[in-house]
């Protein structure tokens, strides 16, 4: 009988999760609609514009030689070059005003489209409410955010739209570009000593492959994220795009395309300090969901453990653990958390991004970020999880 419970809750969720996949994607397509509108509203104006203009100009010049053709041949044909004139510019006027007309409303539809794009909302984004609770010293993290998904609203809030260096959250991120940007997951790749030394002279954590070690893409999906291996998210960089840095670019455009450009910024695939790299616990929280509504993301984010693929290396492949979901999973939070990336370091202290889901099978996304280790970091999700999916 559970099992025909957890079966249906299951049901139940990925029905809600594509209906909001299928929106996003109907408000992607108006929001393309009016850009596309947008480029040729403006273009078309100013021709019209021009085109007025340089109107008035020739009635005016045509309208002096009218004149002084009537002084020189007063006696002779005066009222035909009158007659002429008139008739000419009554012309020229009648077809100004139909082109200023159209120009009125050219640049009329051009304001509606404005105030249309004004009004649409980016892909994936929650409001505040008047129930939205702001956070004070019960959660211990300076930065965090829980988000009701399937209201699109904030349930609460402590600084969250402030900004803060994500530290390796930020390979949430680079997991989605890359899923969006590799076709063929069982390609190879070679581990190189550029992607080996990036990790090592910036003294961050690795999933472990050695210099020319030849391993998956999948692989590499897996070792960025469950170990937060920074040779691997390196490696993706590079296979997907050629370099770090032509993969960050593709990392800023999708910041955009979700909405975030204006409070978010990444200068690298890994999460390395720099003053640079940013964003804010809002931000995170928006790129989980996109995150989650790729199938190959959510099964990376949501795996505990996985064996990568055999090598002269390692033989039997190596056994990579996501241990925020590992040691999380013992608390009781009235509920599952079915997904996460931590992150550290200095500047941002213990950070992590979730996802969680009630036994109704409600969805909700917790990020918290610059808590003082990582237990009290799991503690505020399992806290934040808790004030919703343990109510009575």
Known sequence: MK???DENVEIERKERRNL???????????QDMARRGMRIAVPAAAVVLAAVIAAAGIGRKDSGKGAEAELQQKEENSVGSVSLGTAEEGERQEEAGKESGDLQDGLAGTGDAEEEKEEKKPPYYAEETENTLQMGGDVVSNYAVL???DNQTIVSMKNAKVRMNPASMTKVLTLLVAAENIGNLDDEVEITLEMTDYSFVNGCSNAGFEKGEIVTVRDLMYGTILPSGAEAAVGLAIYTAGSQEAFVEKMNGKLEELG??????????VGVYDENHYCTAYDMAMIMEAALDNEICREVLSSRTYTTSETEEHPEGMILSNWFLRRIED???GGKVASGKTGYVKQSGSCAVSYGVDEDGKEY???TANAENQWLCIKDHAKLYQSVMMQP
């Open 3 to 5: 099992e025909q419970l």
């Open 20 to 30: 909001r996949i299928k929106e996003m994607r109907r408000k992607k397509e108006r």
């Open 147 to 149: 988000v009701d998904m």
């Open 260 to 269: 975030l450009a204006g409070s978010a910024h990444f200068t690298n695939c």
């Open 331 to 333: 608390k009781d939070v």
């Open 365 to 367: 996304v917790c990020v």
